[in-house]
């Protein structure tokens, strides 16, 4: 059974950082593609980020980019979001979500619980 | 970036009755290469994660009921719900994973009546 499971969310100030984490198990880790996918309290559901499991590459939305960092440990089973200068329009729950297959095109077929960010001073 | 597009915002069905939920791409999410639709629904309900009903436009995932559908062309896609039952009440999701970044429709919301 795939279990994924958010780790790393809290309140933290604009402008400040933050480290999500993705503990992924019941299935081949690395071949996979994984992604965050992020939901504003109320709101639809946002992607934010994608990395692919074949070769690493990654992609960002364009509200992120150069702000937040994906990427994975294939050795531990672990996705992370590396999030700096973290504005109150980024709360949100963040889910990790697994992808069909190895190649960043992919459907999610699976999603963790999340893990709420709330940034606010 | 591909805009997608779901109507309506919200739909109140009666329960057993069918519950049709329509989604719009600003351009094809259909690859001519492989002829497959880069298009996938979510089932979301209240203080859970989502959760795939739907994928390559019309092909069900492993244990999700019959009673979900989708189809659709390169831009128009619909999921159907055959017999609207208790636990379908939900926020329905549309995405398109054909060109990143991969966006997802604004959700439908569908009660009984």
């Known amino acids: 059974e795939v279990q994924l499971l958010e780790s790393g969310g809290g309140l933290v100030q604009p402008g400040g950082s933050l480290r999500l984490s993705c503990a992924a198990s019941?299935?081949?880790?690395?071949?996979?593609?994984m992604s965050w996918v992020r939901q504003a309290p109320g709101k639809g559901l946002e992607w934010v980020s994608v990395i692919s499991g074949s070769d690493g590459s990654t992609s960002y939305a364009d509200s992120v980019k150069g702000r937040f960092t994906i990427s994975r440990d294939n050795s531990k089973n672990t996705l992370y979001l590396q999030m700096n200068s973290l504005r109150a329009e980024d709360t949100a729950v963040y889910y990790c979500a697994k992808g069909y297959s190895g190649s960043c095109y992919s459907y999610v077929g699976d999603w963790g619980q999340g893990t709420l960010v709330t940034v606010s001073s | 970036d591909i805009v997608m597009t779901q109507s309506p915002d919200s739909l109140a069905v009666s329960l057993g009755e069918r519950a049709t939920i329509n989604c719009k791409s600003s351009r094809s999410v259909l690859y001519s290469s492989n002829n497959k639709k880069y298009l996938a629904w979510y089932q979301q309900r209240p203080g859970q994660p989502p959760k795939l009903l739907i994928y390559?436009?019309?092909t069900r995932e492993s244990g999700v009921p019959d009673r979900f559908s989708g189809s659709g062309s390169g831009t128009d896609f619909t999921l159907t719900i055959s017999s609207l039952q208790a636990e379908d009440v939900a926020v329905y999701y549309c995405?398109?994973?054909?060109?990143?970044?991969?966006?997802f429709g604004p959700g439908t919301k569908v009660d009984i009546k």
């Open positions: 995405q398109q994973y054909y060109n990143i970044p991969f966006t």
């Open positions: 390559w436009a019309s």
């Open positions: 019941g299935f081949t880790f690395s071949s996979y593609a």
